[in-house]
């Protein structure tokens, strides 16, 4: 059982398209982080977030962490097709062990 | 440079036999870790090493053992490889302090049991 639950597992939308990655567990987390995955390549961390309710802008990305901080999500405003990849959240437990979620598969087409 | 390099980047094995996948990182990082990534599954944590002297099991480590053999290197082994070790072999780095928890990956090891 993933400690960490993504959804959706894939999404392929057109570009120009906004969309929301969720990302739940029951568990509560020091902090929060998403990656991004690209074929071939090892994630890159995009964001961490650390406190309850905290909103993260990255130019067309937006993430939130929950106020229980358990759960988080990623939303991006008009999707381009270099936005795609795996995205995958990372629930972090005392700032130094990593639990990762199965990962959103993200395809935008032209 | 890359910071994290992990070698062989390919590999494929039989059943039975021994094999070692090496992470060298120039990070100057303390923490390093080792996962693997299964379709539908994302990553998971294998092992992992705050310093030298520290080895810590992770959350699927049997059937694997490592090696940190100074710093910047940190090796996986598998004793005895099976069909069900295939997948794709992630090392990384993090630091310490508040911007700490960064991890830093390498690009990965495709490993095939046969």
């Known amino acids: 059982t993933q400690l960490l639950e993504q959804s959706p597992q894939f999404l392929s939308i057109q570009e120009g398209e906004n969309l929301t990655v969720y990302c739940n567990s029951s568990s509560v987390f020091s902090s929060l982080q998403w990656y991004r995955q690209e074929p071939g390549e090892g994630p890159v961390l995009l964001v961490t977030v650390v406190t309850g309710g905290e909103v993260k802008k990255l130019k067309r990305l937006t993430f939130q962490f929950g106020d229980a901080r358990k759960d988080s999500s990623l939303h991006i405003t008009a999707a381009q097709t270099g936005d795609t990849g795996l995205y995958l959240c990372?629930?972090?437990?005392?700032?130094?062990?990593?639990?990762f979620g199965s990962g959103t598969k993200l395809n935008v087409k032209p | 440079d890359a910071d994290v390099t992990q070698t062989p980047r390919n590999r494929i094995t039989k059943t039975g036999k021994r094999i070692m996948l090496e992470c060298s990182q120039t990070?100057?990082?303390?923490?390093m870790y080792w996962y693997r990534q299964d379709p539908g599954l994302g990553l998971r944590l294998i092992y992992y090493s705050f310093d030298v002297k520290d080895i810590n099991k992770g959350e699927i480590s049997d059937g694997y053992s490592v090696s940190r053999q100074a710093q910047a290197k940190f090796s996986l082994s598998l004793e005895s490889a099976i069909p069900n070790q295939t997948a794709l072999y992630f090392c990384?780095?993090?630091?310490?302090?508040?911007?700490?928890?960064?991890?830093?990956f390498g690009p990965g090891t495709r490993l095939t049991v046969l």
């Open positions: 990070k100057g990082h303390d923490r």
């Open positions: 990384a780095t993090s630091g310490r302090g508040p911007g700490g928890n960064e991890q830093f």
């Open positions: 990372a629930g972090v437990h005392n700032f130094n062990k990593f639990y």
